[in-house]
């Protein structure tokens, strides 16, 4: 073949590759919206038979259950209990379902959310007498200040839930060239190595009796990893020898 009917050849099937790995695009992102669509609906299904139940629990709960023997006051409040955990993972799939709709054009003040989320996270931490710290540069970044709250707040509250009494949590932001880099670091029990990929997908824990008594469904990581992917980040986790985890997000 002469050098000019190669050269036409291979655009020819470049063209024909480029058609295909579209198609093959389309494809995956229509089967991404119906994932999605299912997670959602479902969500939106499951929350009305629950908050009704709740309403009625709520009621009950405010009645000071009149003429009832020990036993079914146990039973009701592991009703309780088991319609709030419910509750909340039901809540994140629905959140996890609308991540893709949300805007991403705020301008973000990144020592204010931490500083937010640090407060609201006070309490928690003050049952642990554990320290919270915050070390933050000036720094302002493009993104959704709801979904960065809610990274910063899922990675923190782990940092508490799963520390030592009398621990500490640092939060750590600064600027790397031209990305954000956010820590946070904590003086509790460690992710085992090969668990470390693993904590991040949507309902695995490592002690799943320990994360379900300390009111975690396994999904705030899995939601943590989302917000990251839509803000065109990434997330990894970095254990330290004297023990404790280092969650470091780079946006
Ligand atoms: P959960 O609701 O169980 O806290 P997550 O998705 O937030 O779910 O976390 C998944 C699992 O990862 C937790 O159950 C816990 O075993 C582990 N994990 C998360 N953060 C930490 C941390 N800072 N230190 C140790 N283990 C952690």
Do not use: W
Request: hydrophobic share 40%; charged share 25%.
């Amino acid at each position: 073949l002469s050098d000019s009917r190669m050269e036409e050849n291979n655009v020819k099937e470049l063209n024909q590759l480029s058609i295909s790995y579209n198609r093959m695009l389309e494809r995956l992102s229509d089967a991404f919206e119906v994932q999605r669509q299912f997670t959602a609906n479902a969500a939106h299904e499951l929350r009305t038979p629950l908050t009704l139940m709740q309403v009625q629990l709520d009621l009950y709960n405010s009645s000071g259950h009149p003429g009832n023997d020990e036993d079914t006051l146990q039973t009701i409040k592991m009703v309780t209990e088991q319609s709030d955990r419910l509750n909340k993972m039901v809540k994140t799939l629905l959140d996890m379902s609308e991540l893709q709709t949300v805007g991403r054009d705020d301008k973000i003040m990144i020592a204010a959310v931490v500083e937010e989320v640090l407060v609201d996270l006070e309490p928690l931490a003050q049952e642990k007498n554990i320290r919270l710290i915050g070390k933050c540069g000036d720094i302002t970044m493009m993104g959704s200040d709801i979904l960065i709250y809610r990274l910063v707040y899922n990675l923190v509250e782990n940092a508490i839930k799963y520390n030592h009494l009398g621990g500490q949590v640092t939060v750590t932001v600064c600027r790397k060239e031209k990305q954000v880099s956010l820590s946070v670091e904590d003086t509790g029990s460690g992710i085992p190595e090969e668990l470390k990929e693993r904590v991040f997908e949507p309902f695995f824990r490592v002690d799943k009796s320990r994360s379900r008594e300390l009111g975690g469904v396994g999904l705030g990581l899995a939601l943590v990893r989302e917000i990251v992917r839509v803000h065109d980040g990434r997330i990894a986790i970095k254990s330290k020898p004297a023990g404790g985890t280092i969650f470091e997000v780079i946006l």
